[in-house]
């Protein structure tokens, strides 16, 4: 039956408008599904409001998105496009990148998470005619005509076809970038090659000469049994991982060496071959496949193929191996470098990490939102790391500033408010030596009399406790104007009588009590830090980003210095560094900039601030949104996903 037929045969003519569709292989008896394609389909896991019912492919199942993939023609091609989708779309093994447009050709196999879908057109272009954008993957009637090969091909033939499909599942499990979906895939691979096979099992091992760990097990009707309860003969297990050898049984109960086997006899294993994933000598696990209804299911050419596929995955599952060794390493620098920056403030020890962690249960939470504006937003497993990253490093820049600008607590450095403090000792030790310096001349030159002098030694200390009373309250007044200001509103101490007062010494300067450098800091409206002092801070935020570019990132995380050096910009553009406003700001930056105000208030307490409470923070960042300053979609999810609470 050709691809017409089959169309016609499921109620689709190629006709009337239908020129291709998508097909879901059956499981077991269950029929295949057969999805028409018009102009456009929108495939995902819900119905859209925006388009007719002929226009949307429904899929189930929790890893498909709701808005996962889009199909549109243009001419005789049709294209598909990822709609940044969480868990991805693949075309021929590869993952496609969100928002761009990917050419199909007939035959092409579409897996939207761990559903795989078949591509067939019915005007079949010419294969010049399509770009080169996707490496091509395994044909499903190469693997058809692999397994049971047709008696009048040559075999030279033979020899061509089995190399062909060898060499597309090479292609196939080398443009895999997850352990999860490389075992999908040999999955799919092995019931497609070998059309009699029943079970599928996987094991892994994480060191060489450690017991392996059943990784996955599947049954042909698509059943996925929970590895951890397969029973494997431990006799075949120990011959292929000791012996690193692979193994055929032919009619196994009559097999001398395993007939006897309890895990054998149990589930009526008729025919089964085992094969080692070898690299380099390194035996990293096996792969088994059994039947339980033909003794002669399988045979050395079986066995060959099995061997091959082995081959190609034990190559896969290296290279991720190596790929998380890098990124524990990547990992673990970020975490030694956060800390050891974190380090030289230790009351804001622990800022980074706990925005990291708010950031990625927003971002998650954002991702499954269905609220209008958001439910066209999914992220891959990339961009949360991404921001993830981007989350613990966004204060990287701090390391450049001054550790006194860095820890100050109160609007004077301690050091300067010592000196004040002393400055008012100062005063009145000078103004006590001169009251009693000019009694002294007034009773040499008037020579007073016993209660004449004693009068006036009286006069002066009246005077003088009046003027210790006056520079007292100035000094409280100063000491409660260097407290942090919380908020721009709250009036702030009159300091005007402090920094006029002054008294003139006949052999001096006139002594003050205030410099204007001191007023100007105490006249601090907002926290603690002068204008000089702040620019130093908010310098950090280009420092952060001059640091980060340096890091040859991966194009996955690319965009790291991106995100980190917008986490002070505000929609509105009164932030900075740069001012960009709303279109200019991407939306994990804006995710971080909520995570990042939520933490700086409800931090422990600080030498410069108190701890605000939840809700009274939540109230805070909701007045910034209504100023039009963060986003008020992202925080409504922040505010009901609860993210700022562990998991």
């Avoid at 020129?19 to 456009?40: N, R, S």
């Avoid at 003969?233 to 109960?253: A, F, P, Y």
């Avoid at 210790?468 to 309250?473: E, G, P």
């Amino acid at each position: 039956m050709d691809r017409s037929e089959t169309a016609a045969a499921s109620g689709y003519p190629g006709s009337g408008g239908v020129t291709a569709y998508l097909e879901l292989p059956g499981a077991g008896e269950e029929k295949a599904q057969v999805f028409p394609l018009h102009d456009e389909a929108v495939i995902g896991r819900a119905a859209q409001d925006s388009l007719a019912q002929d226009r949307v492919i429904r899929l189930p199942g929790h890893t498909v998105s709701r808005r996962h993939a889009r199909i549109r023609r243009r001419g005789a091609l049709y294209y598909i496009e990822d709609l940044h989708s969480f868990n991805g779309t693949f075309v021929r093994g590869k993952r496609l990148q969100p928002g761009v447009w990917y050419p199909l050709r007939d035959g092409d196999e579409i897996a939207i998470a761990a559903i795989a879908l078949g591509f067939h057109s019915l005007m079949v272009p010419a294969a010049d005619s399509l770009p080169t954008v996707i490496t091509r993957s395994i044909d499903a009637q190469d693997l058809t005509r692999l397994a049971a090969p047709d008696a009048s091909q040559t075999g030279d033939q033979r020899l061509m076809l089995k190399l062909h499909a060898m060499a597309q599942v090479g292609i196939a499990l080398g443009a895999v970038t997850d352990r999860e979906t490389l075992t999908e895939k040999i999955m799919n691979f092995i019931f497609q090659l070998f059309p009699l096979a029943e079970r599928a099992f996987i094991l892994l091992r994480k060191k060489e000469g450690e017991a392996p760990v059943p990784a996955a097990a599947r049954w042909r009707d698509g059943t996925v049994v929970d590895p951890g309860q397969v029973v494997m003969s431990r006799t075949i297990v120990g011959e292929v991982l000791d012996r690193k050898r692979s193994v055929l049984s032919v009619d196994t109960l009559a097999d001398r060496h395993f007939g006897a086997q309890e895990s054998i006899i149990s589930q009526a294993i008729r025919s089964v071959m085992c094969v080692p994933l070898l690299l380099e000598g390194e035996c990293l696990g096996l792969i088994q496949v059994d039947t339980s209804s033909d003794p002669y299911a399988f045979r050395e050419a079986d066995l060959e193929i099995l061997t091959g596929v082995c081959a190609e995955a034990a190559v896969a599952l290296k290279n991720f191996q190596l790929y998380s060794d890098i990124e524990r390493l990547l990992d673990g620098f970020v975490r030694a470098s956060v800390q050891a920056i974190e380090e030289r403030d230790p009351v804001t020890a622990g800022h980074s990490f706990r925005v990291a962690g708010y950031a990625e249960r927003l971002i998650t939470a954002v991702d499954r939102a269905d609220a209008p504006g958001l439910a066209q937003l999914r992220f891959s497993k990339e961009q949360v790391r991404e921001l993830r990253y981007a989350a613990l490093l966004h204060d990287f820049g701090k390391v450049g500033v001054r550790e006194h600008v860095l820890r100050k607590e109160k609007k004077l450095h301690h050091a300067d408010m010592r000196v004040v403090e002393q400055r008012f000792l100062h005063v009145r030790a000078c103004l006590e030596r001169q009251a009693w310096h000019a009694l002294v001349e007034q009773h040499a030159a008037q020579g007073l009399s016993p209660d004449g002098f004693r009068q006036r030694q009286r006069e002066i200390e009246q005077a003088l406790r009046l003027e210790f009373a006056r520079l007292d309250q100035f000094l409280e007044t100063i000491r409660a104007a260097n407290e942090p200001a919380v908020s721009p509103d709250l009036a702030l101490p009159d300091l005007s009588p402090a920094l006029c007062w002054q008294h003139d010494q006949p052999d001096g300067a006139p002594l003050k009590l205030l410099t204007e450098d001191e007023y100007a800091a105490l006249g601090v409206t907002r926290g603690c830090l002068t204008p000089d002092e702040r620019r130093q801070i908010e310098a950090h935020v280009a420092d952060s980003y001059s640091f980060l570019i340096l890091i040859p990132w991966t194009r996955d995380l690319a965009s790291v210095p991106t995100i980190a050096h917008g986490h002070h910009e505000k929609l509105d553009g009164s932030g900075y560094p740069m001012g960009l406003r709303e279109p200019q700001i991407n939306i994990q930056t804006r995710i971080l900039t909520i995570c990042d105000i939520y933490d700086a208030l409800t931090a422990a307490d600080r030498p410069y601030k108190k701890q605000v409470p939840v809700e009274r923070a939540l109230d805070l960042i909701a007045l910034e949104c209504r100023a039009g300053h963060l986003d008020r979609q992202l925080f409504d999810v922040f505010v009901q996903s609860r993210a700022w609470e562990p998991l």
